[in-house]
């Protein structure tokens, strides 16, 4: 967990000297974390925020104000990573990024909502190409999302994913509110990432406040995140064990997420992580009888993943369907701006815990888990590999922290005109928040950002050239967000 604070005075520069900081730094190797648009006080412009993860493993955030009506000139042909950003911008703001080379909506954000029949979709022209449309219902209680494949035949040559369904307002919702009591709605924003959500929100809150989290504050934080990731790789397992008819592992992986889940309701009384997680206070503690009992849970997980995980690596259906499926490269996901898992598979050592670290991880590294063939027996492996790792982790810290008692700090008045802007390494890639305060200390804007919205055009281009009939797994292997992205 990182969190950079920024006096907002700090943040300005003119619009000519904000885009070529950018563009240089970019190019030199910086990465971007953010980029949004929010509204000035001058009604003719709007605010640009760009914030990056620079070489020398640290953040950074510069703004300037451009006028609405001239718009800017688009970076995404230059850094593809930025695409989904500047769509975003042009969305909600109606701010024109000119010469963007696919300026589509991203989740039809507002009074857009009645205008989502009319989303643009790419088309391929052939007497013998036919589309394939799957959503946006889907069977089941799957999240709604419109999926449009172009085919030849049996092989998909794109896929063009259409969400925006259920935008729910979250920070129009986050706004109008007490900041300092957020944390059941931010659980909410994407819920099989409550505590990395809570995590993100409470540390860019602590920032503006002027707190910083003991030790015993961090470790439990780092134990319900980890234990959501152990319990998420799970579920994806069980899910991809399920999609290829690998039923030991369906079974298997499914039983033992049950033991992962339980094992965060017997420390903060939800199995999926809500409550665990509030600002300037430690509300999940761990006596000697949890103690006891997630040293258990944890050691049941071990020994029964060596079993299930050395049938699934080795049964040639399992390898079968799996590798050579659904590849994106090393080079597409840097050029995407992938993060998380998707990232990490392809190649891309990109794993804020150990780039971005905050404590514990600063004190009690974790290796980042990287593959390299950027299929999903890649996604797979990594999700199997980084389960092992966090169960070890997780042992470690607990031989550090062997009790965490209950305690909480008042959380007083926030830093006026100033920007807090947390990361938080999540089991799916980098959840962002980016909190900023008015002269009177009240929020004046808040940014939510889920890995989602980034890894949704690495599904996109990992379908590519592969039988529609693979869509299932490459979808599972990437395991995105519906709620995550339509904010």
């Known amino acids: ?44 412009r709007l605010e640009l925020t760009a914030v990056l993860e620079e070489k020398g493993r640290r953040l950074s955030a510069t703004r300037t104000a451009i006028p609405r009506e001239k718009g800017f000139h688009a970076l995404t042909r230059d850094f593809p990573a930025l695409h989904v950003f500047e769509r975003e911008i042009f969305e909600q703001h109606g701010v024109k990024p000119h010469d963007h080379p696919w300026l589509k909506p991203v989740r039809f954000p507002g009074a857009g909502a009645e205008r989502i029949a009319e989303y643009p979709f790419y088309s391929i022209e052939g007497a013998q190409v036919h589309e394939v449309a799957v959503g946006p219902i889907h069977a089941g209680v799957i999240e709604p999302g419109h999926f449009r494949f172009m085919c030849l035949g049996e092989t998909v040559h794109h896929l063009e994913i259409h969400l925006g369904y259920q935008h729910r307002g979250v920070e129009r919702l986050l706004l109008a509110r007490d900041p300092r009591v957020l944390a059941p709605l931010v659980e909410t924003i994407a ?40 319990a998420m790789h799970l579920a994806g397992l069980a899910g991809l064990a399920t999609d290829i008819a690998f039923l030991q ?16 309701m017997l420390v903060c009384g939800s199995r999926f992580g809500r409550g665990w997680v509030r600002p300037a206070a ?23 993943l060596a079993i299930v995980n050395a049938h699934f690596q080795s049964a040639s259906t399992v390898l079968h369907r799996l590798r050579g499926v659904g590849t994106v490269t090393r080079e597409q996901a840097l050029e995407v701006g ?33 593959e390299q063939t950027g299929d999903c027996w890649a996604r797979a492996r990594v999700r199997i590999r980084e389960l092992d790792a966090s169960i070890a982790w997780l042992g470690a810290l607990l031989d550090a922290h062997p009790a965490l008692e209950r305690a909480a700090d008042p959380v007083g008045a926030l830093a006026p005109d100033t920007l807090a802007i947390s990361v938080c390494e999540g089991w799916r890639g980098e959840v962002v928040h980016a909190l900023e305060t008015d002269g009177a200390s009240r929020l004046r804007a808040y940014r939510v950002q889920d890995p989602s919205l980034r890894n949704w055009m690495g599904l996109a281009l990992a379908v590519r050239e592969n039988d529609i009939s693979d869509f299932p797994i490459c979808n599972k292997s990437f395991d995105l967000s519906y709620c995550g992205n339509d904010l």
């Open 282 to 304: 430690l509300r999940a503690p761990v006596d000697a009888a949890k103690h006891a009992a997630l040293r258990s849970a944890l050691e049941l997980l071990a020994r029964d």
């Open 1 to 44: 967990m990182t969190t950079l604070l920024v006096p907002v005075k700090d943040l300005g520069a003119e619009p000519r000297e904000f885009f070529a900081s950018l563009h240089a730094r970019l190019e030199g190797g910086a990465r971007a974390v953010t980029f949004y648009g929010q509204p000035s006080e001058d009604p003719a």
């Open 191 to 230: 819920g099989d990432a409550s505590v990395a959500h809570a995590w993100a929100y409470a540390d860019a809150l602590e920032a503006l406040a002027g707190l910083r989290a003991g030790p015993d504050v961090e470790a439990s934080r780092a134990l319900g995140l980890e234990l959501e990731r152990i």
């Open 338 to 370: 992938l993060v998380g898992m998707a990232a990490r598979a392809s190649g891309v050592v990109r794993d804020n815990r150990a780039s971005l670290p905050g404590e514990p991880y600063t004190s009690r590294p974790i290796a980042p888990v990287v």
């Open 249 to 264: 592992g369906a079974a298997t992986y499914g039983r033992l997420r049950t033991t992962a889940i339980n094992a965060s």
